[in-house]
């Protein structure tokens, strides 16, 4: 069940829902734009901000509904210079954000699920099992209340990845709703091309995200080998990499969207000239781009990061190949930020997990 506000949200509402609640309080639709540019535009945190809002009308529209900001409940930056927050979105459950800045580029990697379904072995958001979907507000608090630049120093956002917590895809509705909120006029009116969606393959939805936006896509593959990835990564029994492959085919990636196919390299398990050879097969003659990610670490995982050689021998392969492949630069390990490593402190050692925490009590999710 999803959780019950005291009073519904604001944020992650649409336009047309905006003009919904104007009408309702007896305002003009009009009305709903001007709380679109106040939520999504200009940020703002109280009713009273909305100065071309008549003072009766904020009185209604506070009695009835909230923003739905929430400030991070904590922040740890890295030696790298990448944040991590972590933000309460009620019954005691908590997520992560990771702010990743890079000479002119500003990311913001969010979440959109407590926990996941996938349970990849190597992630430690799958290690917490699937808690609840994110609400389109949870996913665009992330993204409003990350601390502005003047009291950080940090950089405006210039891209946005679903790549922390959760699968994107089996949280779809919520997903597309706020890639909407980012991307229409009368929202933040950013270009598609700075979203990344990233999945195991989760079809129909993938497709369905292929057919209603133009935002990036990344695919988590890791092994070309099918016994392999479905030992790793359950989600192969019901959404085959060759039949993930066979939709992203039926699109053109040769201009401006951009398809990336992810690959963590682990030590003496899919490092080897064979696998970059499956790898090159699985492609065939489809665009895109491989990213070659350094596992990290994670416990009870018998697993081991490839070695650098390996990993730039596997990426000189793929160039020979005609296959653009690069090297993701590793971020935010030392404070859990890195890639597969999100666990909202649920099984961390200074955190206790969210059983230890629901233990003996009943949630209504």
């Known amino acids: 069940m999803d959780r019950q506000e005291e009073k519904p949200v604001l944020i992650g509402m649409t336009l047309e829902e905006l003009q919904d609640v104007a009408y309702r309080g007896g305002m003009p639709r009009f009305v709903g734009k001007q709380l679109a540019d106040w939520l999504y535009v200009k940020r703002v945190t109280d009713f009273d ?18 923003i739905g900001r929430n400030k991070p409940v904590k922040a740890t930056k890295s030696t790298d210079g990448t944040v991590k927050y972590l933000f309460n979105v009620g019954e005691g459950r908590l997520i992560e954000s990771v702010y990743i800045p890079d000479k002119d580029r500003a990311t913001l990697c969010v979440s959109s699920q407590v926990g996941c379904k996938m349970n990849c072995y190597f992630c430690a958001t799958g290690k917490l099992g699937f808690k609840a979907n994110l609400t389109p507000a949870d996913i665009m608090n992330q993204i409003l209340s990350i601390p502005p630049e003047e009291e950080t120093g940090m950089n405006e956002l210039t891209n946005i990845v679903f790549m922390g917590m959760g699968e994107p895809l089996d949280n779809f509705s919520a997903v597309e709703k706020v890639i909407n909120i980012l991307t229409a006029p009368w929202g933040m009116a950013w270009s598609p091309k700075r979203i990344t969606v990233s999945t195991v393959g989760k079809l129909p939805q993938l497709k369905e995200l292929l057919d209603r936006t133009q935002v ?12 392999e990835r479905e030992s790793m990564m ?57 990213n070659l990610i350094r596992f990290h670490a994670i416990p009870g995982v018998d697993l081991h990061p490839a070695s650098e050689e390996r990993m730039l021998m596997f990426r000189n392969h793929l160039n020979s190949k005609g296959i653009t492949a690069t090297i993701r630069a ?4 030392d404070i859990e930020a890195a890639c597969g490593m999100l666990a909202a402190g649920g099984k961390n050692k200074n955190q206790k997990t969210d059983e230890q925490k629901d233990k003996g009590r009943h949630h209504a999710r």
């Open 216 to 227: 990036h896509v990344a695919i988590s593959v890791h092994t070309a080998d099918t016994r």
């Open 49 to 66: 901000s909305m100065v071309n809002i008549s003072k009766k009308n904020k009185e209604w529209l506070a009695a009835n509904y909230e």
């Open 234 to 290: 359950p989600a192969q029994k019901a959404f085959p990499i060759s039949s993930v492959m066979k939709t992203l085919k039926a699109y053109d990636f040769s201009h401006q969207r951009r398809l990336s196919l992810e690959y963590i390299m682990w030590r003496g398990v899919n490092d080897d000239i064979a696998h970059a050879d499956q790898l090159v097969r699985l492609i065939g003659d489809i665009d895109c781009r491989v």
């Open 330 to 333: 590793s971020r935010g390990e």
